[in-house]
């Protein structure tokens, strides 16, 4: 029977901390053992044996200090996946509790918020939106500041072990296994379908809505579209943020961000009236 050990996510980080201290007195190590071999008066002795027996020395501290590296990586992500569950945004949400009134979670305490800055109707299923969600436990910075994240910050994470994360847009986190025959498979209560393309880009399926979300290499979010092949694209900015979310008939809305370059500021831009789509009589836009 093997030993069950708990640890927190403040534990999980101080053991990354110590990886990464270790590995520097390593590499401190290494560049003083690599300058008195540089030193060496190599005269009257054997200096190659000592060449060599310091090249598979050195290989060796290499070894470990990307071991460490890793380790230390790979703590790093388990303590935000820790963060994660606690806070209500990892595959399903909180296992307890529920929300009141105004609205907080009863087992954590746990603020959630949702806003819609601009929805703008369009040709197909799908109009063009932003939306975020406020989580108070949630220490990311998102587009619009810490504890926001927003329907253009969709997200693939190829992660350490295997597995892949989805961000979704209300900032919860799903979890996908590869399965035996090659596919990805969500966690319990996980409903989208995750599939891998070429070139390394996702396509996410949600679930009930037959709308398609295609990923980059990145796995940043690149287009989102419909079953009838209605296609809104998103350019992104120097940074690696979105900038523009448009569809296929000209219409888009744009955002601004602050000189800080993380916060997004309240500025968004869209296409004149003029251009609004008009309705038919099935309640369908032309």
């Known amino acids: 029977m093997s030993d069950h050990i708990d640890v927190d996510a403040t534990e999980l980080r101080d053991l990354a901390r ?10 401190s190590v290494k560049t003083r053992a690599g300058n008195v071999m540089a030193n060496l008066d190599r005269r009257g002795w054997n200096a190659g044996a000592a060449e060599s027996a310091w090249s598979s020395a050195r290989g060796g501290i290499t070894a470990i200090s990307g071991a460490l590296d890793q380790r230390a990586g790979d703590l790093d992500f388990r303590a935000n996946l820790v963060d994660e569950f606690e806070n209500g945004m990892y595959s399903g949400g909180m296992p307890t509790g529920f929300p009141l009134a105004d609205p907080v979670n009863s087992y954590s305490g746990n603020l ?25 436990r949630d220490p990311r910075r998102g587009l619009f ?50 599939a891998a393309l070429n070139g390394d880009r996702w396509q996410l399926t949600l679930a009930g809505r037959r709308v398609f979300l295609a990923f980059n290499a990145q796995g940043d979010l690149e287009s ?29 809305m744009e955002l601004e961000y602050g000189a800080d370059g993380v916060r997004a500021l309240p500025a968004i831009r869209r296409a004149p009236k003029s251009t609004m789509p008009t309705t038919n009589q099935d309640d369908s836009f032309a």
């Not at 110590?18 to 590499?27: F, I, K, N, Y």
């Not at 989805?166 to 799903?174: F, I």
């Open 224 to 252: 989102i579209a419909d079953r009838n092949g209605n296609v809104q694209s998103i350019e992104r900015d120097s940074a690696g943020r979105a900038r523009r979310l448009s569809d296929g008939l000209g219409r888009w």
């Open 145 to 194: 500041g810490v504890g926001w994240t927003s329907s253009l910050e969709w997200r693939v994470l190829s992660m350490p072990d295997g597995f892949v994360v989805v961000r979704c847009a209300d900032g919860k986190r799903d979890r996908y296994d590869l399965a035996p025959d090659g596919t990805w498979v969500g966690d319990f209560g996980v409903h989208h379908h995750l």
């Open 18 to 27: 110590a990886a990464r201290s270790a590995r520097s007195d390593l590499d």
């Open 112 to 136: 959630i918020h949702a806003e819609v800055d601009l929805a703008l109707p369009t040709r197909g299923a799908i109009g063009l939106l932003l939306s975020r969600t406020y989580n108070s």
